[in-house]
């Protein structure tokens, strides 16, 4: 069937499967595209924008993820988790003369919330949505991390700085989407890699330099074979300890790449998987950056060890038969528009939710069974009033503000999530001019006015790392940026002691840009999620690929790639 997508208005086709699918889980089809879903979840996901505010039941300061401004109930993560308050005091009657969507905006207001979304975190305060994190700082999305900085879905890694989905390094710098590395810097796309610079699209490679597309080999630079010695004397040519080398081989590497194919994208070990950075999955239509285990599911970012999802970001971990979940999984099933919920079992509508069952329209609840609007009900009264909650949302739908209506089967409105649009991850990866934002019905939220003066500027800093005094731990030193990008830029940032003790033991010179900008940088490294059909370059195969007709890159499909490359 091809509908048109309420929101942006273009045609999109919904498949025989899916109906299947949304039949299953006793869904109606959806009215906004797969675009238009995916940045819909994304705006209700903070990730980077952290604030200081009052913890409502202890009074301490705490940092959270959610403004001061918002008029929410945000407690200390170790009280949330506590026995202290009552869970369903913030409990109510539903009412049926009101749409679903502003009660649970209404409940969502008194519900306590935790301040991040961190669990088992050690001596690491600023950072949100990881797991097992210890010594670190500035850290996002990311698992298992130790003595790491600047960093958003690292996973196993220690001792790095300015990481981007990156699994399993040690003493690594400014990576994106590489795995199993010992101090890389400056790389892409790259594996099994030690002590390399600049590699792009490389494996298993040894003290080289600006390689792309090779395969098992040491001491090349710039794709050329030395032998041990000719190698030391011509790497000691590239000083990175000098922000303008630095510069100037950035610059370089980016010409010397054009020349090399790249791969339509990245699928490996898989089966029947259409999409870019899949591994170990079967039966995946529109999926990305899926870490192993994925299978029969569509339209689906970020995730492993799932079954049977539809429209998810941040997922998985033994879990199955879930649609439209942004951060939800972990041994759990049948989790429908959730977000921030975890082993939970048959829920519709959640937040914040853990270890629960059978809920609709909850906020914040711990180990509860049969509760809306997170008041208790029996078995029985709750399998009564749940069906007619479902009547009332078709026949009583939510209308935002710029018309779009919500029945039973949309995921929870932009306009009512506690954040605006630039503090999420929807303007990571769906980015919009201010204008943009309030053009959608959107929210936009102006950064904070600073109270810090900056005391150095970028370009008075020394070129060389061995020239910096350890009293540039007391600067703050201003972005070259300036607030200037859409790139939540900070303005100014600071080096702090671990940071300045790793640039000096690698060599490596200080920064100009803060690390929100040095992030979208590296996101600027990757292709969307999105695919466009094109034919390879060599043999004119037809391929979909995430990397767009017009960009400049040459493209083989995955026979091509490998028979000259691999």
């Known amino acids: 069937m091809t509908k048109i997508c309420q929101n942006c208005k273009q045609d999109f086709i919904i498949e025989l499967d899916d109906f299947a699918f949304y039949e299953k889980i006793k869904v109606p089809p959806p009215t906004f595209c797969p675009e238009c879903r995916i940045v819909r979840r994304m705006s209700w996901r903070n990730e980077r924008a952290l604030y200081r505010r009052k913890c409502d039941a202890t009074g301490k300061d705490i940092i959270t993820m959610f403004s001061p401004e918002q008029p929410l109930l945000v407690y200390e993560r170790d009280y949330w988790w506590s026995d202290k308050w009552d869970q369903l005091a913030s409990g109510r009657d539903y009412d049926f003369s009101k749409p679903f969507f502003q009660q649970f905006r209404e409940l969502f207001e008194k519900a306590p919330l935790p301040n991040l979304a961190n669990s088992n975190v050690v001596n690491s305060d600023y950072g949100n949505h990881s797991l097992d994190i210890k010594n670190c700082y500035l850290f996002y999305a990311s698992k298992g991390c130790e003595d790491t900085l600047y960093c958003a879905g690292a996973i196993d890694c220690k001792n790095s700085l300015d990481l981007y989905k990156t699994l399993n390094t040690t003493q690594c710098y400014d990576n994106t989407l590489c795995g199993d590395l010992n101090r890389v810097f400056f790389s892409y796309d790259s594996d099994e890699s030690v002590s390399c610079d600049f590699l792009h699209a490389c494996k298993n ?71 870019d950075n899949i591994l170990n999955s079967k ?58 919920t975890h082993s939970c079992q048959n829920t519709n509508y959640t937040y914040a939710c853990k270890n629960c069952a059978n809920l609709f329209g909850c906020v914040g609840l711990r180990s509860k069974k049969y509760c809306i609007l997170n008041k208790q009900y029996t078995k029985e009264e709750y399998e009564t009033l749940a069906p007619k909650i479902i009547a009332h949302m078709k026949n009583m739908p939510y209308v935002d503000k710029r018309g779009r209506a919500y029945k039973y089967g949309e995921f929870f409105p932009t306009e009512l999530s506690p954040f605006a649009y630039n503090e999420t991850i929807a303007q990571e990866y769906y980015p919009k001019t201010k204008s943009e934002v309030f053009e959608a019905g959107y929210k936009w939220r102006e950064p904070d006015a600073k109270q810090h003066a900056i005391t150095l500027q970028p370009a008075d800093l020394p070129d060389h790392i061995k020239d910096v005094q350890d009293d540039i731990l007391n600067q703050v030193i201003a972005c070259e940026h300036r607030g200037n990008c859409n790139e939540q830029c900070m303005g100014a940032f600071k080096i702090i002691p671990s940071e300045l003790q790793f640039y000096r033991a690698m060599n490596l010179a200080l920064p100009r840009l803060c690390s929100n900008c040095r992030h979208y940088h590296r996101l600027s490294q990757r292709t969307p999620f999105k695919l466009w059909d094109r034919t390879c370059a060599k043999c004119g195969k037809e391929i979909k690929t995430s990397y767009a007709p017009d960009r400049e890159e040459i493209i083989y499909c995955e026979a091509c790639y490998n028979s000259e490359v691999a």
Do not use: W
């Open 283 to 340: 039966n995946v239509y529109m999926g990305f950056d899926l870490f192993g285990e994925i299978e029969d599911s569509k339209y689906v970012i970020h995730g492993f060890s799932g079954k049977d999802y539809y429209d998810a970001y941040g997922f998985g971990a033994n879990a199955n038969n879930s649609y439209e979940v942004v951060d939800t999984g972990d041994n759990a099933t049948l989790n429908l528009f959730a977000v921030f």
């Open 205 to 275: 490679m040894i003290d080289s330099l600006g390689c792309i597309n090779l395969r098992n080999k040491s001491n090349c630079i710039l794709n050329q074979q030395y032998t041990k010695e000719e190698y030391k004397k011509e790497r000691a040519k590239y000083d990175f300890g000098s922000y303008k080398a630095l510069c100037e081989f950035r610059k370089k590497f980016a010409e010397f790449i054009k020349e090399y194919p790249r791969r339509y994208g990245f699928i490996y070990k898989s089966k029947n998987c259409i999409g």
